[in-house]
């Protein structure tokens, strides 16, 4: 049972290149997100996605392209990473509890763009 | 659109002591309200919520108030302990829509 889970949990990389993050939910929930986290700002969306082959963006979506082929998988991609973009990123998923939609979130991923 | 402002950023209390932590929004449509717990390398953890229906909402030692003249919510934590210690982030979202609109997060700490 492992809910919602991202990989890697730790990544360092250079300016320029290409980085994926990858997220992986076991609960086929609908709604995924993609959320950045700095001190100061709280957690941003980035992208969301509402079923496979749907996505769109969210607040702070330049620099970042996400697909979703499949229900239970919402890779993230730098396609150039920029200093900019050293950041903890968090996925989630949004699932029906209660009669509420309620948003579960993955252990984060530490990136490091050097 | 929503936005959603929370204060304190930090705040240390003494075990045992009472914690209130605040946040305002601006968006009259918005009707739901959860709020997360975040630990030191973790992400955040969903500890209670209340919808705009409710007035006040408690779990044990956790309380959720909303008053939606104002268009502000509140999280009570009585008898804190060192395990509290965390950041605390306040959400505002029109159910429905599914995406949520976090507060900056605030860090409370529990000094034993």
């Known amino acids: 049972d492992a809910g919602i889970t991202q990989s890697p949990r730790y990544k360092i990389t250079e300016t320029g290149r290409q980085v994926t993050l990858m997220c992986h939910q076991t609960?086929?929930?609908?709604?995924m997100f993609w959320y950045r986290q700095d001190l100061g700002h709280g957690l941003r969306l980035i992208y969301y996605s509402a079923a496979a082959d749907i996505t769109d963006k969210g607040e702070v979506p330049d620099g970042y392209v996400v697909s979703r082929s499949k229900t239970e998988n919402f890779p993230l991609t730098l396609e150039s990473a920029t200093r900019s973009q050293t950041s903890v990123y968090f996925c989630?998923?949004?699932?029906?509890?209660?009669?509420?939609?309620?948003?579960?979130f993955g252990p984060g991923t530490r990136l490091l763009v050097l | 659109g929503e936005n959603v402002e929370q204060h304190p950023s930090t705040l240390s209390v003494q075990e045992g002591d009472s914690a209130v932590i605040k946040c305002t929004y601006s968006?009259?449509?918005?009707?739901?309200f959860p709020w997360y717990k975040q630990e030191l390398g973790k992400g955040p953890q969903l500890i209670i919520d209340?919808?705009?229906?409710?007035g006040e909402k408690k779990d044990q030692r956790i309380a959720v108030t909303l008053n939606k003249t104002a268009k502000h919510f509140s999280l009570h934590i009585t008898e804190t302990q060192p395990e509290d210690s965390a950041v605390y982030f306040c959400?505002?979202?029109?159910?429905?829509?599914?995406?949520?609109?976090f507060g900056t997060g605030t860090r409370l700490k529990v000094l034993a």
């Open positions: 968006d009259s449509a918005s009707n739901y």
């Open positions: 209340i919808r705009s229906n409710v």
């Open positions: 989630a998923s949004s699932g029906y509890w209660d009669n509420q939609e309620t948003q579960y």
């Open positions: 959400a505002g979202s029109l159910s429905g829509t599914y995406k949520y609109i």
């Open positions: 609960w086929s929930h609908s709604y």
